[in-house]
């Protein structure tokens, strides 16, 4: 990777790098580790489980599921993740991560989940100011979802909230959930909502609230808030173009390997999905981020320089892909007086 220092800060590329989405001691993680399908292995899958009061065919699956996922870490040249029983403590895993975004040339990181808010802000206060984070919850629905969420932005200093939605009680436009995004509002802090399949392999293909148009009613209920839709919408591209379209307050993330595309009834690339976005809503309307999660992996730089090549064979101008990787999460995450280190002195 082409990393550098510029104006004693560094860059990739010549280009500032702000990571909108990461997860940290993902398979500590009660809500992502429910989500995982066979990404984190067999661990769990004893031989108890297998044979004296457990499903055999349960059993049988999770070994299938995990077998899928081993593949798809062969096929991308990744190590597979260290053990639980490797684990030595959050305050080590944290400052691997500090080392992470050091090696890779990226200044600042945001967290979207933690194992809960009071351990993602004991996370951010240990990233020497370059670690960021976001509220987290299975169901905005649930009684205390909108206190729990304004602790955690005005007492614990997040800066956005993180949903799946097909972990959800209802859908996304249901007004029982106004509260939440009234939080989101009043401070003025971006939610990243995860609609469609989750999780690797074995996780959940569909269910009745993955589908990000049942966004569009309380996208226009609260124009104020921005909602951030990851890994462009994975298999639902048509309803997120066209909820883009309806809606000037929905963006995309790039985040994780896309490896969905494979999937598609039609062929369909990583790099067709940049330039729909990119020439359907622009630059502003795209972020960057990695769905870096596991070690000894770390920060997944190849998502990074396959992105970065892409949008650079395009033709995009380099401020377009500074915007992109860099000034569009700078200034959802409010990242205080943050410029390229190559600015002429405009601010985000």
């Keep these: 990777m082409n990393k550098q220092m510029t104006n004693g800060r560094p860059t990739v590329q010549g280009l500032s790098i702000v990571d909108f989405h990461l997860h940290f001691r993902m398979p500590h993680d009660p809500l992502t580790r429910a989500l995982a399908g066979g990404q984190f292995g067999t661990e769990s899958v004893t031989a108890r489980d297998a044979c004296d009061g457990f499903d055999v065919g349960q059993a049988i699956r999770a070994q299938a599921v995990a077998q899928t996922s081993a593949e798809w870490r062969r096929s991308w040249d990744f190590a597979d993740p260290e053990p639980l029983a490797a684990d030595a403590g959050w305050e080590v895993e944290a400052d691997r991560w500090k080392s992470e975004l050091d090696t890779n040339g990226i200044e600042y990181a945001a967290f979207v989940t933690a194992g809960g808010d009071d351990s993602m802000s004991a996370l951010v206060d240990r990233g020497d100011g370059r670690f960021l984070g976001m509220a987290a919850m299975s169901d905005p629905?649930?009684?205390?979802?909108?206190?729990?969420?304004?602790?955690?932005?005005?007492?614990?200093?997040?800066?956005?909230?993180?949903?799946?939605?097909?972990?959800?009680?209802?859908?996304m436009d249901d007004e029982a959930a106004d509260p939440v995004w009234e939080v989101a509002a009043r401070n003025q802090v971006p939610v990243l909502i995860h609609f469609g399949h989750c999780g690797s392999a074995g996780g959940i293909a569909h269910n009745a609230f993955s589908n990000p148009a049942t966004l569009e009613r309380a996208a226009k209920r609260f124009p104020d808030v921005t909602f951030v839709i990851p890994h462009f919408g994975i298999q639902h591209v048509q309803e997120v173009l066209f909820l883009m379209w309806a809606c000037p307050n929905v963006i995309v993330d790039t985040s994780g390997s896309n490896q969905w595309v494979r999937y598609m009834a039609q062929r369909l690339t990583l790099e067709d999905l940049f330039r729909r976005f990119y020439e359907t809503m622009g630059p502003e309307r795209i972020v960057f981020g990695s769905d870096s999660s596991w070690f000894p992996r770390g920060f997944a730089r190849r998502y990074l320089t396959d992105q970065l090549r892409i949008c650079w064979?395009?033709?995009?101008?380099?401020?377009?892909?500074?915007?992109?990787?860099?000034?569009?999460?700078?200034?959802?995450?409010?990242?205080?007086g943050w410029q390229p280190a190559t600015s002429d002195g405009l601010e985000a």
């Design 313 to 336: 064979e395009m033709g995009m101008p380099e401020t377009d892909i500074q915007q992109i990787f860099g000034g569009n999460a700078a200034g959802l995450l409010k990242i205080d």
């Design 141 to 171: 629905f649930a009684p205390g979802s909108a206190a729990a969420f304004e602790d955690g932005v005005t007492q614990g200093g997040l800066r956005g909230l993180k949903l799946f939605a097909p972990l959800a009680s209802a859908r």
